[in-house]
């Protein structure tokens, strides 16, 4: 019996190791690993340019606290200023703490207290950012939330406007909401949002937690709408497996965030940092990320035409190689088949099975991956389960 708080509902399999996308349980088993750690593990697992570079910090130093210069944090800060909208970063250790800055600069910058959010979005656990998800299932026992979060319908830009008032300081979204079930933002929506937080001087805040560092094929996924985001949230993907988050802020807020107004003790942690400059170095590569956009598209593609004659599935969706599957019946009772077929998935909502595979997977991965969903949806659909 575990000694520790139940709080997780976790698949019978115990990981012995894993490199690329392989894991392998304890028993010798094979799994393709379709999840990447929840949308982490963006170059898969081991991936050995990251290794060596974590190995590389070990041997140099492992933290000495953000009193001191830490020369590492700056590369990793310049790659990230250099691919996107953002001037300036704030390193913490993960996208719920990315999460919490971003509201707190919100408020500072702007004096205003009320932000708006998505009905099934997600945003994290601690109390201001499980008040700022839009789903009721992860505030249950804790009572009340925070009064200041307003939610409002997904991709229904008339609802979030008859919201905005005076009293508000930013509109916080994903532009494909993953936990909600991969549903992904419509353009028109998406600068709509955009158009009005300008009209209104609202702060537009952009959570890429899952969407970014490549995962759709650009360095972030707002880029496909061509907006420009006030505040940017990432973490996840930026250090493959270790602890690393940060926010992306334009240079109007660099005196907003001034010494003594926020801070970590780990965030930018040196060996987080040498794991972040080496996947931010390999997946910001043009070559690299147009090869995301061709598997994403061979991914969608081959799941829809073989996933046709499945009564169970009504469509596939997605962006990148962040991809759902989209089913008419509750998918609790699938994620598990398919584990036990040997491939890692996710559950993206109720309804939905959700697909993050390592953004180095090859296409006979992919082939395989197929073939195991479609064998353990003809089990399911022929009641062999």
Same mark, same amino acid.
């Given at each position: 019996?575990?000694?520790?708080?139940?709080?997780?509902?976790?698949?019978?399999?115990?990981?012995?190791?894993?490199?690329?996308?392989?894991?392998?349980?304890?028993?010798?088993?094979?799994?393709?690993?379709?999840?990447?750690?929840?949308?982490?593990?963006?170059?898969?697992?081991?991936?050995?340019?990251?290794?060596?570079?974590?190995?590389?910090?070990?041997?140099?130093?492992?933290?000495?606290?953000?009193?001191?210069?830490?020369?590492?944090?700056?590369?990793?800060?310049?790659?990230?200023?250099?691919?996107?909208?953002?001037?300036?970063?704030?390193?913490?250790?993960?996208?719920?703490?990315?999460?919490?800055?971003?509201?707190?600069?919100?408020?500072?910058?702007?004096?205003?207290?009320?932000?708006?959010?998505?009905?099934?979005?997600?945003?994290?656990?601690?109390?201001?950012?499980?008040?700022?998800?839009?789903?009721?299932?992860?505030?249950?026992?804790?009572?009340?939330? /925070?009064?200041?979060?307003?939610?409002?319908?997904?991709?229904?830009?008339?609802?979030?406007?008859?919201?905005?008032?005076?009293?508000?300081?930013?509109?916080?979204?994903?532009?494909?909401?993953?936990?909600?079930?991969?549903?992904?933002?419509?353009?028109?929506?998406?600068?709509?949002?955009?158009?009005?937080? %300008?009209?209104?001087?609202?702060?537009?805040?952009?959570?890429?937690?899952?969407?970014?560092?490549?995962?759709?094929?650009?360095?972030?996924?707002?880029?496909?709408?061509?907006?420009?985001?006030?505040?940017?949230?990432?973490?996840?993907?930026?250090?493959?497996?270790?602890?690393?988050?940060?926010?992306?802020?334009?240079?109007?807020?660099?005196?907003?965030?001034?010494?003594?107004?926020?801070?970590?003790?780990?965030?930018?942690?040196?060996?987080?940092?040498?794991?972040?400059?080496?996947?931010?170095?390999?997946?910001?590569?043009?070559?690299?990320?147009?090869?995301?956009?061709?598997?994403?598209?061979?991914?969608?593609? %081959?799941?829809?035409?073989?996933?046709?004659?499945?009564?169970?599935?009504?469509?596939?969706?997605?962006?990148?190689?962040?991809?759902g599957i989209v089913c008419n019946s509750d998918v609790s009772g699938i994620v598990p088949l398919?584990?036990?077929?040997?491939?890692?998935?996710?559950?993206?909502?109720?309804?939905?099975?959700?697909?993050?595979?390592?953004?180095?997977?090859?296409?006979?991965?992919?082939?395989?991956?197929?073939?195991?969903?479609?064998?353990? /949806?003809?089990?399911?659909?022929?009641?062999?389960?």
């Open positions: 019996m575990s000694v520790q708080l139940p709080t997780y509902n976790r698949y019978d399999v115990s990981i012995d190791r894993a490199e690329g996308t392989i894991v392998t349980d304890v028993n010798g088993k094979e799994y393709l690993d379709f999840g990447s750690g929840i949308g982490v593990n963006n170059l898969g697992h081991r991936h050995p340019t990251v290794q060596q570079a974590v190995e590389a910090q070990l041997n140099q130093y492992w933290h000495v606290s953000n009193l001191y210069q830490v020369p590492i944090q700056e590369e990793v800060a310049q790659l990230l200023v250099d691919h996107s909208v953002g001037d300036y970063v704030f390193f913490c250790n993960s996208g719920a703490e990315a999460n919490e800055a971003a509201i707190k600069l919100a408020r500072k910058a702007t004096g205003k207290k009320k932000i708006i959010t998505f009905e099934q979005s997600f945003h994290g656990r601690t109390f201001a950012t499980m008040s700022a998800t839009g789903q009721d299932k992860i505030k249950a026992g804790f009572g009340p939330m /925070l009064d200041t979060f307003v939610h409002v319908p997904f991709n229904d830009l008339s609802a979030l406007e008859a919201k905005i008032d005076e009293q508000t300081a930013a509109v916080m979204l994903e532009v494909i909401q993953g936990e909600g079930g991969v549903v992904v933002g419509d353009p028109s929506f998406i600068t709509g949002v955009e158009k009005l937080c %300008e009209d209104h001087d609202v702060l537009l805040i952009v959570d890429e937690i899952q969407t970014g560092i490549g995962r759709t094929g650009k360095p972030f996924a707002y880029e496909h709408y061509d907006i420009s985001p006030d505040i940017i949230t990432v973490a996840k993907g930026l250090g493959n497996g270790l602890p690393v988050g940060a926010i992306l802020a334009k240079k109007a807020f660099y005196e907003v965030f001034d010494a003594g107004s926020h801070g970590t003790t780990f965030g930018g942690n040196p060996i987080g940092m040498a794991a972040a400059r080496a996947v931010l170095q390999t997946i910001f590569q043009a070559d690299f990320l147009q090869e995301v956009e061709r598997k994403g598209h061979y991914l969608q593609s %081959e799941l829809t035409k073989k996933l046709a004659d499945q009564p169970i599935v009504t469509e596939v969706r997605g962006n990148g190689l962040m991809v398919l584990i036990k077929e040997g491939i890692f998935v996710l559950g993206g909502g109720p309804y939905v099975i959700r697909l993050l595979p390592p953004l180095t997977v090859t296409d006979q991965e992919i082939d395989q991956a197929i073939q195991l969903i479609m064998e353990g /949806l003809n089990q399911l659909a022929t009641k062999k389960v």
